[in-house]
C-alpha cells in the first residue's frame, strides 16, 4: 500500500488527484502540502483543507508551503484556467481545520525520517516545497520510497509556452535542482496527461454516484471544461473535456504498467527563453557541454494505456464512499 504525501497546488485537476488518492482502497494519504502555483499559497492551502473537509477526510494534516519560488518572481495565477479562487470560482465555505504549525518541507523531513524507505512523495504543483525540503534534509532522497512528479514534457509541445509546461515553468530552479538528486523518480508530463481525457460524460458519472464529493468534482470542473472547450474550438472542435493532468501521476502510484518510459539524466532549463524546458538525455552521447553528465537518471513517461488509466480513475470514484 502505497504511503503518499501529496505536494499540491488546489487547483481544478489538484482536487481531482487528490479525491483519487483518498478513494483508492491501496493508497494511505499521510498529508497534504500546499504550494503556490494555480493560485497564491494562502489559496490553495485554503482550498486543500476546504477539500478534505467535502471528502468526508478534515483530520488529513495540511503543510502549507512556499509562497514564492527558489529564485524568479512569482507569475501571476492562471485565474482564466481555475478561477480567482482556484477552484473554478465556486462556493468555498471556511475550513473546519488549519494547516499544521510545521511548514511544507518539515512536514516532508519528518515524515521521510519517521518512516524510512515507505513513502512516496507526488509533487503535481512547483517543486518548491521538494527543493526547501532538500536544502533541509540533503539526505532526504534516500529516505523516501520515489518520488513521482507531474510536471514537463518530453516531446510534446508545453502549455505556457511552446517549450515549458507550467508546473516547471513556475519553478525552474527547483525542478532543476530536485532532479540533480539521486532517488527513484519519475516524471508524468504532458507527453502522457494530455492523451487521458476526462469528458463531460464522465464527470456526469462521478456527479450521480460519488455524492457530495461528485457534485464539488463536477461544480469545479465547469470553470476547467469551460476553458479547454474554447481552446478546442480554436481547432474547430465541439468537444467538452479535459485534461487528467495531476491525476495521473496518482494513478501512476497504483498502475504503472500502464505508462512507457524513458529514462535518463535529466535538466530543467532555468533561464532564458526556454526557461522550464525539461531535457532527458536518453542518448547520453559524449556531447560537447556536459551539463548532463553528471546527473543521476530519472524516468519519464511518453506512453499510456490512457483508457485503462482512465477506467481506474472512474471506478476508484465511483466506487468509493466519500460521505
Request: aromatic share 6%; glycine share 6%; net charge negative.
Amino acid at each position: 500500500m502505497p504511503k503518499i504525501i501529496l505536494d499540491t497546488d488546489p487547483g481544478i485537476d489538484d482536487a481531482q488527484a487528490i479525491a483519487f488518492a483518498i478513494a483508492h482502497p491501496d493508497i494511505e494519504l499521510l498529508g497534504l502540502t500546499t504550494v503556490f502555483g494555480n493560485a497564491e499559497v494562502d489559496i490553495t492551502t485554503r482550498n486543500a483543507l476546504h477539500i478534505l473537509d467535502v471528502f468526508g477526510q478534515p483530520q488529513i494534516p495540511v503543510a502549507r508551503g512556499a509562497s514564492d519560488p527558489l529564485t524568479q518572481a512569482r507569475y501571476p495565477a492562471p485565474d482564466f484556467v481555475h478561477g480567482i479562487d482556484g477552484l473554478g470560482n465556486v462556493d468555498i465555505k471556511q475550513p473546519s481545520t488549519a494547516p499544521i504549525s510545521e511548514s511544507a518541507a518539515e512536514f516532508i523531513v519528518r515524515m521521510a525520517s519517521e518512516q524510512p524507505g515507505e513513502i512516496t512523495l507526488v509533487a503535481i504543483g512547483p517543486l518548491t516545497n521538494i527543493a526547501q525540503a532538500i536544502n533541509l534534509d540533503p539526505t532526504l532522497p534516500g529516505k523516501v520510497k520515489s518520488l513521482v512528479v507531474m510536471g514537463g514534457s518530453v516531446s510534446h509541445p508545453g502549455n505556457v509556452t511552446p517549450l515549458a509546461e507550467a508546473n516547471f515553468f513556475n519553478d525552474p530552479h527547483a525542478a532543476d535542482l530536485v532532479f540533480s538528486h539521486d532517488w527513484p523518480a519519475t516524471i508524468i508530463g504532458l507527453d502522457v496527461t494530455l492523451q487521458t481525457v476526462l469528458r463531460d460524460q464522465d464527470l456526469a458519472i462521478i456527479r450521480d454516484t460519488a455524492g457530495q464529493a461528485g457534485q464539488f468534482l463536477w461544480d469545479t470542473s465547469r470553470f476547467y471544461i469551460d476553458f479547454y472547450a474554447s481552446r478546442l474550438a480554436r481547432l474547430g472542435s465541439t468537444d467538452r473535456s479535459c485534461a487528467m493532468h495531476d491525476a495521473s501521476a496518482l494513478v501512476y502510484t497504483v498502475l504503472p504498467e500502464a505508462f512507457q518510459v524513458v529514462s535518463g539524466p535529466t535538466r530543467v532549463i532555468t533561464d532564458g527563453i526556454a526557461a522550464g524546458q525539461l531535457s532527458v538525455d536518453t542518448q547520453q552521447e559524449p556531447y560537447v557541454i556536459p551539463a548532463w553528465s553528471d546527473r543521476p537518471h530519472t524516468s519519464a513517461a511518453i506512453g499510456v494505456a490512457a483508457p485503462r488509466v482512465l477506467d481506474t480513475f472512474l471506478s476508484t470514484i465511483t466506487n468509493h464512499s466519500f460521505d
